[in-house]
């Protein structure tokens, strides 16, 4: 009889319930992320049943899954529990509108202690006058500084829904074609794909020890000339420059592009303005041709005053100058500056 009970208890044990997926919650949250990532970047197309979780486009969720597929490809080891999917996923989309996030944890099953804390730094302000975008980049290699007034920075893909938006396709395909010839131990490909990436404006960088795609940006100082390497108090300059930006994560404020194609922009780094710091410490000139802010002259002309950096020379040679008598020596003309 008692057996019969038990029997009787077993059959009537009620079944675990099933995700929006068809799966149960212990494993939806991995099973059904790691299978609609992988249908996307085959097909591109985001799950049908999102929609009805979240409030914004079919556009804005495809942006999300490219950011989301980016940050699965290069997480090593891959996520092995819905916590740490949470994560990754939070992590990756920590921009977009918090009702979305919140839906997407709801769509996955997610547990909802893994959502960040409810703040306003979601919320977007305005830009400077004149400001097309800003960029927020990786630590800068200090052999990435070429002189005191320019530098070569990274921004990572997946930390900037812009970037992510304009990833050409053929550089998924790219990265698809290396971690294929990886897997198969093709290390030749591999490198010869990583270079192909470097030459088209994107980079493969280690950081924390996983791999991040990078964009490549050329960066000019805005509104500051530094004395050329060759000119007197080049080298200096440069090791200033050096001293504030190498090694450390900044931000720069995008005013537009010049001749050269390079990004003209603020730059600043631990809240500290660039400019203001090497024009202070006569790292610089204002290169006034350009930029007629008024404090950049003050902050030129205390140092000049003090007899800092390069005034401690009484006539030091400004640099556009100088390039000008380059550039008439190489080519024999004569070309006319103001001062």
């Not at 994107?202 to 950081?207: D, E, G, L, S, V």
């Not at 005053?305 to 401690?312: D, E, F, Q």
């Amino acid at each position: 009889m008692g057996n019969i009970l038990r029997s009787q208890k077993q059959q009537q044990k009620p079944q675990e319930p099933v995700d929006p997926h068809g799966l149960k919650p212990a494993t939806a949250a991995i099973a059904a992320l790691t299978r609609d990532l992988r249908s996307f970047e085959s097909s591109s197309v985001v799950p049908e049943g999102l929609g009805q979780h979240v409030t914004s486009s079919k556009k804005e969720q495809i942006t999300w899954y490219k950011y989301m597929s980016e940050a699965y490809r290069t997480t090593a080891p891959s996520p092995r529990t819905p916590a740490e999917a949470a994560q990754l996923v939070a992590t990756a989309l920590n921009w977009i509108p918090r009702v979305d996030l919140e839906g997407i944890f709801e769509f996955y099953n997610f547990p909802t202690s893994s959502l960040p804390a409810a703040s306003s730094n979601h919320l977007l302000t305005s830009l400077p006058a004149g400001v097309q975008f800003v960029l927020n980049t990786l630590p800068v290699n200090v052999n990435c500084i070429g002189d005191g007034d320019g530098f070569t920075a990274y921004v990572a893909i997946r930390d900037d829904p812009r970037e992510l938006a304009n990833v050409p396709q053929e550089v998924y395909e790219m990265l698809t074609a290396r971690t294929k010839a990886r897997i198969r131990r093709d290390y030749w490909s591999a490198d010869t794909l990583r270079s192909t990436l470097d030459k088209s404006g994107y980079k493969i960088i280690i950081c924390s020890g996983n791999e991040i795609l990078a964009r490549k940006y050329r960066i000019r100082l805005r509104g500051v000339d530094a004395p050329e390497l060759k000119m007197p108090y080049g080298k200096e300059s440069k090791n200033a420059l050096e001293k504030l930006i190498g090694g450390k994560s900044t931000k720069i404020y995008v005013y537009g592009q010049d001749q050269f194609e390079r990004y003209v922009g603020d730059i600043y780094c631990d809240s500290v303005f660039i400019q203001e710091e090497m024009l202070r410490n006569g790292h610089a000139w204002h290169f006034k041709n350009y930029d007629r802010r008024p404090e950049f002259s003050a902050w030129e002309r205390k140092a000049r005053a003090a007899r800092k950096g390069l005034w401690a020379s009484r006539n030091p040679e400004k640099p556009w100058h100088w390039r000008r008598d380059e550039r008439n020596e190489r080519h024999g003309t004569i070309e006319v500056y103001s001062s």
